[in-house]
């Protein structure tokens, strides 16, 4: 097939079922897929790929999977998990993302309350969470297996069953799909409670592609998406969508976290969708090898040309002899740990501090940041490297409505925000009021020219014994800049002051430890050694000093371990569980106000 020159306007699929059809008409052979292997990298087209969800939701008809049956995913970020979505969603079924770091009690939730009649696992890891809770759940008819798992039916297996279906039957049930009809099930990850199942229309997930396109955040086959993020979250769902709908490939990072930064380099990616922490290590390594003086003077003079670069004016003799120098000591370097090619990154899922934007803009990476909940079909606003505010979240997408109620709460209107819940009309969080606006639960303001910025949660601001208001998110961010950091959480509601847990990040400070001749450098240990905790005490310090005496951090504890989604304290997209962690910490914490 001859593939023809993408449009800005995308695919111009009606719903998200027949738009991967549309895309392999429109692209045919060009790259949509790059995927690691034992011998590199391995490419496949879109037509390929057409060809594989075609099978697998061939497939699933022939089980008797039917149209509105969910039908769920439990893998890590891969092709494979693309292939089986694209699959589902032909087949007119409902996608049901689960995390693949879920527990089996958590698989069984998200099972059980979506109805699910059949569930894609990666491996025989997943397969056996299945196992454990199968005898109770009587609507899971099928297990199947990406890679071979014993008894499971495996997906070539399925595949196999869909080249026997005559593929005219795949094509009327995607030309079914309306737009009203449900597209994914997302269950969100919840600080409190069980999650529950956003419900996101094909209407809902089609708009905000559309108000992708005309962000233009993907320019065709020129672009090249990094994806490691968790394709069970809203955010990289959005970012794959988006970029096929343009016909941009997408490369899937081999599985390991730690070769991010090596893959990087290998496949020189366009555009990366990452989250904050990658921003804050990297950031955190540079401050440490480069003195606070040297790094300001960089940010700003890298800043001052980055920002008439983007405004086409012409950069000063003087300004440009000073950005060359400090390119190549310092900003080059950065540039290459993300493969060289990077137009624009973007961070998501959590705060990420100003002072860390400015840095990485100074060094022609711009991380721009944005705002939405898996309600809003995950985004509601985008900075760009040509709008942005550093410290907001930008402006709102097209066709997209923000306001401020009278409380701070930030309200969002337009086309991507969701119906509800699944089986749960949930009143407080995440209802929509009579006029359409979504209560989002972050407290926020708008300026003179539409840009967003949150200042916290309504159920996170912290009020001190004294009657203070202290939001945590501002100093927690400012800790976690730190080098040797790796979470940092507030305390102090109803208390006389704050107080703070902070955990201590492995890669960094075991070496630093090392040098200091302490011998035994397990997390434990290292949490209660004073000269750990005189340097924990000393990053405070300075972190202190930026914020007036009422707000300030008067006393710590160094946890034993980080936090993980094993242990109970992070979510899936790494947000923490702040009700969880002072309930679990509870003991320690009143310790810090005991005498």
Request: contains cysteine.
């Amino acid at each position: 097939m001859e593939a023809t020159t993408a449009t800005p306007a995308g695919t111009g699929s009606r719903t998200i079922a027949d738009l991967l059809p549309r895309a392999v008409a429109m692209f045919g052979d060009r790259l949509a897929v790059k995927h690691r292997t034992p011998d590199g990298w391995a490419d496949l087209t879109f037509a390929e790929v057409g060809g594989i969800a075609r099978e697998i939701g061939l497939g699933l008809l022939d089980l008797g999977v039917s149209p509105g049956d969910r039908v769920s995913i439990l893998c890590t970020t891969r092709p494979d998990w693309t292939y089986a979505s694209f699959g589902i969603t032909q087949a007119g079924a409902i996608v049901v993302p689960i995390y693949p770091t879920n527990s089996p009690e958590e698989c069984e939730w998200v099972l059980s309350d979506s109805g699910a009649v059949a569930v894609i696992c990666e491996n025989a890891d997943q397969v056996a969470k299945i196992e454990q809770v199968r005898d109770r759940l009587p609507d899971l008819r099928h297990v199947i297996a990406i890679e071979p798992a014993g008894d499971a039916m495996t997906i070539d297996e399925l595949r196999e069953r869909g080249r026997g279906r005559d593929p005219r039957e795949l094509e009327a049930r995607t030309a079914a799909v309306a737009p009203a009809d449900p597209y994914t099930i997302i269950y969100t990850s919840g600080t409190t409670g069980p999650p529950k199942g956003c419900v996101l229309g094909h209407g809902n997930y089609r708009a905000i592609v559309d108000m992708v396109n005309q962000r233009e955040l993907f320019r065709g086959d020129d672009d090249l998406v990094y994806l490691f993020l968790p394709l069970a979250h809203s955010f990289a769902l959005l970012v794959q969508l988006a970029a096929w709908d343009g016909g941009t490939p997408i490369a899937y990072f081999g599985g390991d976290i730690k070769q991010i930064v090596v893959e990087l380099s290998e496949v020189k990616p366009t555009y990366l969708p990452s989250v904050p922490r990658v921003f804050e290590k990297i950031y955190g390594l540079i401050s440490a090898n480069v003195d606070a003086e040297t790094l300001a003077k960089a940010t700003e003079v890298g800043g001052a040309v980055q920002d008439l670069r983007v405004a086409g004016r012409p950069v000063p003799e003087d300004l440009q002899a000073a950005y060359d120098q400090f390119d190549q000591t310092l900003f080059a370097n950065v540039r290459a740990l993300f493969g060289g090619r990077l137009r624009e990154a973007v961070s998501g899922a959590a705060p990420i501090a100003k002072e860390i934007l400015e840095f990485f803009w100074a060094c022609g990476v711009p991380v721009m940041e944005g705002y939405g909940m898996t309600e809003t079909a995950t985004a509601s606003t985008l900075s760009t490297p040509e709008h942005h505010r550093f410290g907001t979240v930008g402006r709102p997408l097209p066709g997209v409505e923000l306001k401020i109620a009278d409380d701070g709460e930030v309200l969002v209107r337009g086309a991507n925000v969701f119906a509800g819940y699944w089986r749960n009309a949930d009143a407080s969080f995440g209802s929509i009021d009579e006029d359409g606006w979504l209560h989002t639960g972050d407290l926020g303001s708008i300026d003179e020219d539409g840009y967003l910025t949150i200042t916290g949660r309504k159920k996170d601001i912290i009020i001190t014994a004294g009657g203070k208001n202290l939001t945590p998110a501002n100093l927690e961010n400012d800790m976690k800049q730190s080098q040797w950091v790796s979470q940092a959480v507030m305390h102090g509601d109803r208390r006389p002051y704050p107080t703070m847990l902070i955990t201590l990040d492995e890669e960094a400070i075991v070496p630093w430890a090392q040098q200091q001749g302490i011998e035994d450098t397990s997390l434990a240990a290292l949490s209660q050694h004073p000269k750990v905790i005189a340097l924990i005490q000393a990053e405070l310090d300075r972190v202190n000093a930026r914020y007036a005496q009422v707000e300030q951090v008067k006393r710590f504890f160094i946890l034993d371990h980080d936090f993980s989604q094993e242990t109970g304290e992070l979510t899936p997209s790494l947000k923490v569980k702040r009700n969880v962690v002072n309930e679990l910490y509870a003991d320690r914490f009143d310790a810090l106000y005991a005498d």
